[in-house]
């Protein structure tokens, strides 16, 4: 009896093992799809800068969202697209790890960051060369407001949670970083308090946001990192049966 209560318990131990490791598998496969997603946009979006006819485009001054003013647009979409998908991998994985509940306020706010992305590429930013503002131009404003806040709340949830983890610096990182991309708030609520009626001519709004967007992806690196490497509980031994 005791022989067979043993063995009973060593295939349930066998079975959670097995169980683990394919939890693990998929949840790198997430982190993986993460890490090609995001550099996949930060190799389109580093053709943009470097390659014409976008290269004119100042990143001192113009915002990122002004390459979608051109005939490289799609490329735009792409990179964008591309962004939100890993955040999804991101967001999917940690889930999967229970790290963060289904309906949370990383989730919740990694949602937001999705749709704001997706809302860009639906909704181009207005061509004030063409007149006055537009309801394109106003949406895709919006949106590039709730994704750049919502962001660094998502990462800041998920870091926060590290009991256990295997790669706290990740997390660490992770948690800075968004907290540093709002930071980069400051000089825009310093221009619109002081310059209200001109507010994006007395800063460099191109090179503000591309710090912003920066730190942000770099946030989704460190997330992707922090999934790919789960908790230790969930790759603890499995122990053989004795012969």
């Not at 496969?29 to 190799?43: D, K």
């Not at 990143?59 to 955040?87: C, D, G, Q």
Request: aromatic share 6%; with cysteine; charged share 10%.
């Amino acid at each position: 009896m005791s022989s067979e209560l043993s063995s009973q318990v060593i295939d349930e131990r066998i079975g959670e093992g097995t169980e683990r490791g394919s939890l693990s598998a998929s949840v790198r496969l997430l982190s993986t799809a993460a890490l090609v997603g995001v550099a996949t946009t930060a190799v389109i979006f580093g053709a943009l800068h470097l390659l014409p006819p976008t290269s004119d485009i100042s990143p001192v001054r113009r915002t990122i969202s002004e390459y979608a003013l051109t005939s490289s647009a799609w490329a735009f979409n792409v990179a964008v697209v591309a962004l939100a998908l890993a955040t999804v991998a991101v967001l999917a994985g940690a889930v999967r790890l229970q790290r963060i509940p289904m309906v949370s306020v990383a989730t919740v706010c990694g949602a937001l960051w999705v749709a704001g992305l997706l809302t860009l590429v639906g909704f181009p930013k207005h061509n004030w060369a063409l007149g006055g503002p537009s309801t394109s131009g106003q949406v895709h404003r919006l949106a590039s407001l709730v994704a750049f806040l919502a962001l660094p709340i998502a990462a800041m949830a998920i870091a926060r949670r590290r009991p256990n983890v295997r790669n706290p610096v990740a997390a660490r990182l992770a948690f800075w970083l968004a907290a540093l991309s709002l930071l980069w708030f400051t000089p825009l609520i310093v221009a619109i308090i002081t310059s209200p009626r001109a507010w994006w001519q007395a800063i460099p709004l191109g090179l503000v946001e591309r710090g912003m967007a920066v730190t942000e992806v770099a946030a989704i690196v460190a997330l992707a990192l922090v999934v790919r490497s789960p908790e230790r509980s969930l790759s603890g031994p499995v122990p053989t049966p004795a012969r």
